[in-house]
């Protein structure tokens, strides 16, 4: 009995009611009963007995089998519901945590739509505790700051454009304050005279002028400030009408450069200073007086070739009080030219960082050593241009050419 209830299988000889039998056991591994016959050592139908066993087997395990699929349909049943169940509950869940998902990024969306429509005063509302709350709380304050680099903006804009209207005026005014109008003297015919000016910047601090000093006397003036824009501008127009004013006939050019050079030094609160050249020609016997003050040296033409002129150049105008400047002098015949320019000429920089020079200029010069003081420029600044290429300006360009043609005729 002992290995009956621990679900062992076997035959064993028992004694039942006084008669020897044979005992088989086994467990049915499908459910929980042990199947047990009982076969008496004397009974002469065994073999009936046996058949009954199988008989009984088959049966039980017929129905021990329906039992199973009966249980097993339930159980598929019950799986079913199971899964529809959770189906449901995870279609519905999902919903629900969608919804509160992408509400707010349409909302985000909406509000995007509005702000990038320039509707800047359209505010987002997310009704979250998420992330999504502090993307919402982002964008308005994107908004807010939009809107305040709008105005700022607007009204930068609105100045910039005020200066740029200002500058035009000022550019106008700077080109009307120069000699303009070509040919300049129609009515003399001793000499010929041509000028440009071509700024870097709205204004330039750059500027040449020519005028008679007298009826026999032609002033020439070339002049470049240091530094750019407005108030390089404004101390030329300082410096062009001292220069012009204090020029007078038979005054030494030299005490012209001294007196306006303490003038300048008077009202130079920004630390500005001038370098300039200013001649002047007696065009009946073609003495040319000059003073330079730190400016380029010029180029004469006699014959068939420009050559530079060399000259002492004294210092700077408007650079220090008390400087004393020297007149020089040289002899034009009639058929000489005479060049002369600021740096932004020499200094121009192509590309490769390459100056123009001095040496480029004089070939470009005497290349054109039989044009006229207009052809002449033109030739000059084409050459410069082309050497130049796309790099920027990055100085003022100034050049004047005076041709002395003939003598001026006295009457005794």
């Not at 209830?5 to 064993?12: A, D, K, N, V, Y």
């Not at 990038?116 to 807010?144: C, K, P, Q, W």
């Not at 130079?268 to 300039?276: P, V």
Request: some cysteine; glycine content about 8%.
């Amino acid at each position: 009995m002992e290995k009956i209830r621990e679900g062992e299988s076997g035959i064993t000889q028992v004694t039942l009611d006084g008669k020897e039998s044979y005992l088989a056991y086994s467990p049915l591994t499908t459910t929980s009963w042990v199947v047990v016959t009982v076969i008496g050592l004397n009974d002469a139908s065994i073999v009936t007995h046996i058949n009954d066993l199988q008989e009984n087997i088959s049966a039980i395990t017929q129905q021990t089998i329906e039992d199973i699929n009966v249980k097993i349909r339930l159980m598929a049943g019950l799986f079913v519901v199971i899964a529809l169940v959770i189906t449901v509950v995870i279609i519905f869940l999902s919903n629900k945590f969608a919804r509160r998902l992408t509400q707010p990024i349409y909302t985000l969306t909406e509000g995007a739509g509005q702000i990038s429509g320039g509707n800047l005063d359209y505010r987002i509302e997310v009704e979250a505790d998420d992330e999504t709350a502090l993307l919402g709380e982002a964008f308005n304050h994107m908004t807010d700051s939009l809107k305040d680099y709008i105005k700022n903006l607007s009204r930068i804009t609105a100045e910039k454009e005020r200066i740029g209207t200002e500058l035009d005026i000022a550019k106008n005014i700077q080109a009307s304050m120069l000699p303009c109008i070509f040919p300049a003297f129609p009515d003399r015919t001793e000499f010929d005279i041509y000028a440009t000016m071509d700024p870097a910047k709205e204004v330039g601090g750059d500027f040449y002028d020519f005028f008679m000093v007298d009826e026999r006397h032609l002033a020439i003036v070339v002049a470049d400030v240091s530094g750019k824009g407005v108030p390089a501008a404004l101390f030329m127009v300082i410096g062009k009408t001292l220069i012009k004013d204090h020029t007078k006939p038979e005054r030494d050019l030299g005490d012209v450069f001294t007196e306006v050079n303490e003038l300048l030094c008077e009202s130079n609160s920004e630390g500005l200073f001038i370098t300039a050249f200013e001649g002047v020609l007696d065009l009946v016997t073609g003495e040319l007086r000059f003073v330079n003050a730190g400016h380029e040296i010029p180029y004469i033409c006699k014959g068939n070739e420009y050559e530079p002129y060399k000259l002492r150049a004294g210092f700077v105008l408007a650079g220090m009080e008390g400087m004393r400047y020297r007149c020089g002098s040289m002899q034009l015949e009639p058929g000489d030219k005479l060049f002369q320019y600021t740096d932004g000429v020499t200094e121009a920089t192509n590309q490769e960082k390459e100056l123009y020079g001095m040496d480029r200029l004089r070939e470009i010069l005497c290349r054109n050593v039989d044009a006229k003081p207009q052809k002449l420029l033109e030739s000059v600044k084409e050459d410069i241009d082309a050497f130049v290429g796309e790099a920027l300006q990055f100085d003022d360009i100034t050049m004047l050419c005076l041709e002395y043609k003939e003598r001026m005729k006295v009457e005794e």
